[in-house]
């Protein structure tokens, strides 16, 4: 029994591979850029700029979303602390 459901399974992502890959009915009018999202990103860099500040100055939902994003990495802060023995030093 386990074997037979092995032999299904192994069939199957075999098969999955191949069609993952197609050009069947439902891929013919997909086209996906071959390039990565570093090359697409810095391609488009000054717009992205400009529109990420415009949206920053005049949407109060960006700009908080933003002031959020800021709080949330940095914290509480730095709080410096010494390793000193001295407490005169």
Do not use: C, H
């Amino acid at each position: 029994m386990f074997d037979w459901l092995r032999q299904k399974w192994f069939q199957t992502a075999r098969n999955l591979a191949y069609t993952s890959a197609g050009r069947g009915r439902r891929s013919q009018s997909w086209s996906a850029p071959s390039s990565g999202p570093n090359n697409t990103l810095t391609g488009n860099l000054g717009t992205l700029i400009t529109r990420s500040r415009a949206s920053i100055r005049n949407d109060p939902w960006a700009a908080s979303g933003l002031e959020k994003l800021v709080a949330n990495i940095v914290g509480t802060g730095i709080k410096p602390k010494s390793e000193a023995t001295n407490d005169q030093f």
